[in-house]
């Protein structure tokens, strides 16, 4: 589990002061969702409680699945939100994830990166399911905003990408050498 402000957290919203008995269950959730990504084992299911998470991440190549829904409440409800704070590219696949690498539930937003601001996906094929993906931007030339995808098979199923900037290539979507599915998802502005 990964909280930002559990009721247990000497320091809410602080992810440099945390949770002595922090060790990722729910009484004792992680304050950063890369944190729970660093010690998950295969099969993992990780689940992020609302609330924004300043951070980067790297999926690591792992086969887990990081969730920002809440399977508790059949209501939707406000989604967590990975903000990268303009430092770097919000979700990178660059170490071979594979379509059991799964992204669930997320706002992903403020990333500024190379090649993607939103999301990387490079030599990987993950699966991302029901996030959006705004306010992010793309400095190079060959870029996209919100998602770049080279040597990519990623799947994004039920995704909103818009209000994006990026390169002459895409500011929402950037592919080179890949097949990708975008299913029941919107790419705008």
Request: charged share 20%.
């Amino acid at each position: 589990y990964v909280d930002d402000d559990s009721a247990g957290d000497p320091g809410p919203g602080d992810p440099n002061v945390s949770d002595p008995q922090e060790d990722g269950t729910p009484e004792h959730p992680f304050d950063s969702v890369q944190e729970a990504i660093d010690v998950a084992q295969t099969g993992a299911r990780i689940i992020v409680r609302f609330g924004t998470y300043f951070e980067t991440i790297d999926l690591l190549g792992k086969s887990i699945e990081v969730n920002g829904l809440n399977d508790d409440d059949p209501n939707i409800l406000p989604l967590p939100v990975i903000d990268g704070g303009g430092k770097d590219t919000v979700v990178k696949c660059i170490q071979g994830e594979d379509p059991n690498c799964i992204l669930r539930g997320f706002v992903i937003t403020g990333g500024k990166g190379g090649q993607a601001g939103g999301i990387l996906c490079f030599g990987s094929s993950p699966t991302i399911l029901n996030c959006l993906l705004v306010g992010n931007r793309a400095v190079g030339l060959d870029s996209g905003g919100g998602v770049c995808c080279q040597d990519s098979n990623a799947v994004f199923i039920n995704c909103t990408i818009s209000g994006n900037c990026g390169g002459s290539e895409g500011a929402g979507v950037c592919l080179s050498e890949s097949d990708v599915t975008i299913l029941d998802s919107i790419v705008w502005g």
